[in-house]
Nanobody, 128 residues
Framework: VQLQASGGGLVQAGGSLRLSCAAS????????IGWFRQAPGKEREGVSC????????YFADSVKGRFTISSDNAKNTVYLQMNSLKPEDTAVYYC??????????????????????WGQGTLVTVSS
């Protein structure tokens, strides 16, 4: 299983970026694709989850209404569209996978330790 995250960069506050997570080495049938971020000096934070089985999604409150997620199953790629970016969104963003659908994060903690495979991070910097 390999994951490659890309699409990070420098953007002004209010701008947009689209991150990609390209997956290989497994079929895109029943996995949870999680997006996490880690800002300097802070713990890794769960941002969003996408279930490849049914397309269901979860967004952390900090990004809800600003971020969306989509997939291209033919390319085994998941996209995180980030709009209305804020300086506090600055972080290294990672994608990761866990077998099965996204957990019910309304009740479960969005824990990085639950995810089995990780891609390298992509840096997002939002200037004020």
């Amino acid at each position: 299983v390999q994951l490659q995250a890309s699409g990070g960069g420098l953007v002004q506050a209010g701008g947009s970026l689209r991150l990609s997570c390209a997956a290989s080495g497994f079929t895109f049938d029943d996995w949870a694709i999680g997006w996490f971020r880690q800002a300097p000096g802070k713990e890794r934070e769960g941002v969003s989850c996408f279930s490849t089985s049914d397309g269901s999604t979860y967004f952390a409150d900090s990004v809800k209404g600003r971020f969306t997620i989509s997939s291209d199953n033919a390319k085994n790629t998941v996209y995180l569209q980030m709009n209305s970016l804020k300086p506090e969104d600055t972080a290294v963003y990672y994608c990761a996978v866990e077998a099965g659908p996204c957990r019910d994060y309304e009740y479960d903690e969005f824990e990085a330790d639950d995810y089995d495979y990780w891609g390298q991070g992509t840096l997002v910097t939002v200037s004020s």
